[in-house]
């Protein structure tokens, strides 16, 4: 899987993570001094990149029970 980073009126940059980490670390810092933002699709790169958070689950109504 690839890192796609983006900075305004710029092109879009993708990282490959299958080199080596030592490299992948070193590209990623220099992107992030030189102000480019790690998007989550190419095409669209206003979509930032944010980690997903899990939702929690919502509650069951209970139904109370009718008196007779």
């Known amino acids: 899987m690839a890192q796609y980073w983006y900075k305004k009126e710029k092109r879009i940059k993708r990282i490959s993570e299958q080199h080596d980490d030592r490299d992948v670390i070193k590209q990623v810092k220099e992107l992030e001094e030189n102000g480019y933002v790690r998007i989550n699709d190419?095409?669209?790169p206003n979509d930032?990149?944010?980690k997903k958070?899990?939702?929690k689950p919502k509650a069951k109504k209970?139904?109370?029970s009718k008196k007779k």
């Open 42 to 44: 190419r095409h669209n």
């Open 48 to 50: 930032l990149y944010s």
């Open 62 to 64: 209970r139904f109370k």
């Open 53 to 55: 958070v899990k939702s």
